[in-house]
């Protein structure tokens, strides 16, 4: 795991997109990486693994957990990336984006359009444009897509 998916995990942690299967997988990864601590071995361990006990351990892990809106805007930027660089569906990471960032309020404090608090309002709209395409049209879909992967590059640039 590099330290920009590291990053990224931590973020999600932050945010509440993380469950303890989460941490159990992450302190499984780390230890088969040949990276050793007391404190992944003390999640692997622990019985029963639950939030409660896996949770306290994981952040012991960490020496600064990020405020949660460091985390949204670091997942945000995350998504649009994978997005912008064109190799993957921008509807299927977008949905991820809005998982990973679902308690996180995107209607709280908006100007005008929902997501503008963070500056995603165009890309929330074309996401959600494709509902009123018609059934088979795929060049809507091509067309939309193309959008939102230059809407994230100029979010990239913006932020």
């Not at 590291?6 to 509440?16: C, H, L, P, S």
């Not at 361990?45 to 639950?50: G, L, M, N, Q, R």
């Not at 994978?82 to 984006?97: G, N, S, T, V, W």
Request: hydrophobic share 40%.
């Amino acid at each position: 795991m590099n330290e920009e998916n590291e990053n990224y995990f931590i973020a999600k942690y932050v945010a509440g997109a993380c469950d303890t299967d989460d941490l159990v997988n992450y302190a499984n990864y780390k230890l088969n990486s040949g990276i050793y601590s007391d404190g992944l071995l003390g999640i692997i361990d622990a019985e029963p693994k639950c939030w409660d006990i896996v949770s306290p351990l994981f952040e012991k892990l960490i020496a600064q957990l990020p405020s949660f809106d460091d985390s949204i805007h670091l997942i945000i930027k995350h998504h649009l990336k994978l997005i912008a660089c064109e190799k993957i569906d921008p509807f299927i990471q977008f949905r991820q984006l809005l998982n990973d960032i679902a308690n996180f309020d995107l209607h709280e404090n908006v100007t005008k359009y929902v997501g503008d608090n963070v500056g995603i309002e165009h890309l929330y709209g074309l996401y959600y444009a494709r509902d009123d395409l018609e059934v088979n049209d795929n060049y809507g879909v091509v067309e939309i897509g193309a959008l939102m992967q230059e809407e994230s590059i100029k979010w990239l640039s913006e932020h």
